[in-house]
């Protein structure tokens, strides 16, 4: 699979600090009611149901990981971001994104994802936005991400850039 490197530097002024004391979770209601989208809640640092997510990314088509493996990830996570659709009967994840970091200059986000019945409605630029907002908070000045090469227009956007100043993601991988 071949990847794209990502960076986003922002030189903006640091968020305020009311902005970044909170009692964790924090879950901010998104969207209340829309055309298409109803009780849409994006909350941050949520205890993650691990099946939950693998459907998610198996509704992507993503290669299913070893659950454990999983766990130890989101447990060794900065940030987790979630996107959960509140229904009467039940509350759906249809939204996910992580980022690991060094706690200091730099982050680098993972597992982006939008359930299919949920894309192309701006649900996955939200989601980056308060990842980045998070991290922003958190005084983390330099972002990056692995993009697929379908989504990478997904992610200039977002104002990400690849190869800034001719610097190049550089992989290793067992043989
Ligand atoms: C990539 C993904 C997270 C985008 O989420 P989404 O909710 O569909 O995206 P949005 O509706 O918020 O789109 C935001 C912008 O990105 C663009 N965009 C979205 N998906 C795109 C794609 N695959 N390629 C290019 N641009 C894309 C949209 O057109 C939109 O642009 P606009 O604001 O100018 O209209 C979602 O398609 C997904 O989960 N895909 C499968 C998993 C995946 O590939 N994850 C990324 C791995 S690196």
Redesign the pocket.
């Known amino acids: 699979m071949t990847f794209w490197h990502f960076f986003f530097k922002n030189n903006d002024k640091k968020l305020l600090s009311q902005d970044i004391e909170y009692i964790q979770p924090k879950e901010v209601l998104l969207i209340n009611n829309s055309d298409e989208l109803k009780n849409i809640y994006i909350i941050i640092n949520k205890e993650i149901n691990l099946y939950e997510l693998e459907e998610l990314c198996d509704s992507?088509g993503w290669v299913r990981r070893p659950i454990k493996k999983v766990k130890t990830a989101l447990e060794n996570s900065f940030v987790t971001v979630c996107l959960i659709e509140k229904n009467q009967d039940r509350n759906l994840l249809i939204g996910f994104a992580r980022a690991t970091s060094d706690h200091s200059f730099n982050a680098t986000i993972w597992d982006?994802?939008?359930h299919p019945n949920?894309?192309?409605?701006?649900?996955?630029?939200?989601l980056m936005n308060e990842i980045i907002k998070e991290l922003r908070c958190k005084d983390i000045s330099t972002i990056t991400?692995?993009?697929?090469p379908?989504?990478l227009?997904?992610y200039r956007?977002l104002g990400f850039m690849s190869d800034p100043d001719g610097v190049k993601g550089m992989f290793w991988y067992p043989l």
């Open positions: 992507v982006v994802v939008i949920f894309q192309s409605k701006g649900l996955g630029r939200a991400l692995f993009a697929d379908q989504v227009n997904f956007t």
